[in-house]
T-cell receptor
């Protein structure tokens, strides 16, 4: 198995632009998590899905952030419009039940 | 609210010295997991502790879960340069279908050769 796949690995964009981050979880894992990591706030859970259904989105910063999981093998995290304070590494992780398997992350820079 | 405190934030040791990081929760945990993140990498699962007072070992790493299931520790004996990275604890409150982990801020370990 290739593990959790995220794209793009790096994204540089300008303030106000729309950003879409993509994740393909490990096949058979029924939970998917989106995290944001910064030096200041550490690893923050944004949202997680069970069986493609959003369960807890209390960590989503504001209406500019949205996440979807249209099927068991794909999820997106969208930021519209992006702001410089959104600059961070965004991780997707999938889980069969207990342990979480992280993707390599997307490093987002908003200028 | 549910919060997991982790100390110290940073630790710098000489190769061969021991290292310990501690996690504390104000309320009882269902279980606790430990992850390691190498510089520039992503968190990688190390272990999960479930039972009160549980102790697990992985080579030079020893993991403990407190009797009250509110605290945990990771101890590394005789550190090596390959141990460099950030160690996170992550606690789960309420078993069952809750998959959410509450993460500590991590302890960054630097090892001088």
């Amino acid at each position: 198995d290739a593990g959790v796949i995220q794209s793009p690995r790096h994204e540089v964009t300008e303030m106000g632009q729309e950003v879409t981050l993509r994740c393909k979880p490990i096949s058979g894992h029924n939970s998917l998590f989106w995290y944001r990591q910064t030096m200041m706030r550490g690893l923050e859970l944004l949202i997680y899905f069970n069986n493609n259904v959003p369960i807890d989105d209390s960590g989503m910063p504001e209406d500019r952030f949205s996440a979807k999981m249209p099927n068991a093998s794909f999820s997106t995290l969208k930021i519209q419009p992006s702001e410089p304070r959104d600059s961070a590494v965004y991780f997707c992780a999938s889980s069969p039940y207990n342990e979480q398997f992280f993707g390599p992350g997307t490093r987002l820079t908003v200028l | 609210g549910q919060q997991v405190m982790q100390i110290p934030q940073y630790q710098h040791v000489q190769e061969g010295e021991d290292f310990t990081t501690y996690c504390n929760s104000s309320t009882t945990l269902s279980n606790i997991q430990w992850y390691k993140q190498r510089p520039g990498g992503h968190p990688v699962f190390l272990i999960q502790l479930v039972k009160s007072g549980e102790v697990k070992k992985q080579k030079r790493l020893t993991f403990q879960f407190g009797e009250a299931k509110k605290n945990s520790s990771l101890h590394i004996t005789a550190t090596q340069t390959t141990d460099v990275g950030t160690y996170f604890c992550a606690g789960r409150y309420n078993a069952g279908n809750n998959r959410k982990l509450i993460w500590g801020l991590g302890t960054s370990l630097a090892v001088n050769p």
